[in-house]
């Protein structure tokens, strides 16, 4: 079994058959069964199931397609460290977004990083802080922009900026007009949050607990059913400003402040300690914090810069 091999096994697994695999590979059909009846006779299992629209992988042939795109994937992480060495960072930095910044800073953050890093690849991952953080800790993100930076000791981080948390409302509702609603007066209608353990779940419900506000809410982790509870009237959500912006330019949804107390959470870019690419790491890190100060100082992104960013950076300097 060598690398060519679980390559071609892959883009077969992954194109559902032959000829479209031989095509994207540039070889020879048969030169591609072949090499498949070679991997099969080595393992002494069958890897595939073929059928008139194609082939699917058997049981062991899906366990080895996921070993596989392991083992290619980090082959290209060995290529990007070594590359990573030269005078300007290169290779390939996978970033993470939480869903809530991702609509409003990932075009940003492409655009810079084409200008200024354009030797580095950039992969931009969405998904929930939870999520970030996990991969982060594994290696599967490089780079990331996660909020609360307490959860996330043995990184490398920087705290940007202190972000308030916001009651959205459709515009025909009783506290559209509202120049504010207290966090006990929010709860007095129907609220939608993502669910636990969410970071802004649980600074919510951190924040209400030490006012004895009791917080009922209704779960959705996925941001555009949100955005569609709200418009519809259905529920209400509290949400940063940055994330449902064009939703406001729109005139879909109106933004309230909450006051008495005033729910707000901290941003930091953060890096993996086990990332591949600490140059490019870095330079990404470093780009989309400027991006995020650029989107702060234009009125765009609502939240307070840190004029000393702080930094936490034990992990990597062990790792270095």
């Known amino acids: 079994m060598d690398l060519r091999q679980l390559k071609y096994f892959v883009q077969i697994t992954e194109s559902g058959n032959f000829s479209r695999a ?36 058997t049981e062991m042939g899906q366990q080895l397609y996921d070993h596989a795109r ?25 970033v993470g977004l939480p869903t809530s910044a991702c609509r409003g800073l ?12 354009p ?27 996660l909020y609360d930076r307490r959860a ?3 990184v490398a981080w920087t705290e940007l900026m202190v972000e308030e948390l916001m009651l959205f409302v459709p515009p025909g509702h009783a506290l ?3 120049a504010g609603v207290t966090l006990r007066a929010l709860f007095e209608h ?64 109106v933004a309230v402040p909450i006051l008495d107390p005033t729910p707000s959470w901290r941003l930091s870019v953060v890096v993996s300690p086990r990332t591949m690419n600490p140059r490019g790491s870095d330079a990404v890190a470093k780009v989309m914090a400027d991006v995020i100060a650029g989107l702060v100082e234009a009125g765009v992104w ?11 950076e034990g992990a990597r300097a062990a790792t270095r």
């Open 176 to 178: 559209a007009a509202s």
């Open 22 to 57: 031989a095509e994207m590979l540039r070889i020879a059909q048969p030169s591609l069964s072949q090499q498949v009846k070679n991997l099969e006779d080595e393992l002494g299992v069958e890897l595939l199931l073929r059928h008139a629209r194609g082939v699917t992988p």
């Open 119 to 145: 030797n580095i690849t950039l992969r931009v991952v969405e998904a929930m802080t939870g999520y970030l953080d996990e991969f982060l800790q594994v290696g599967r993100l490089d780079v990331a922009l």
């Open 190 to 253: 129907p609220i939608v949050l993502p669910g636990a353990p969410n970071v802004l779940r649980t600074v919510i419900e951190q924040v209400a607990a030490r006012h004895d506000i009791k917080p009922v809410a209704m779960d959705c982790d996925s941001l555009p059913a949100i955005a569609q509870l709200v418009q519809q009237g259905r529920a209400l959500a509290v949400m940063p400003h940055f994330a449902f912006v064009e939703e406001m330019r729109r005139g879909e949804m």
């Open 106 to 117: 990932s075009i940003p953050l492409i655009t810079a990083m084409a200008e200024r890093q």
């Open 70 to 94: 392991r083992i290619l994937e980090e082959v290209e992480r060995v290529k990007d460290v070594v590359r990573s060495q030269s005078v300007n960072p290169s290779g390939r930095v996978a």
């Open 152 to 154: 996330f000791e043995t």
């Open 302 to 312: 609502r939240a307070r810069l840190r004029g000393d960013k702080v930094r936490g």
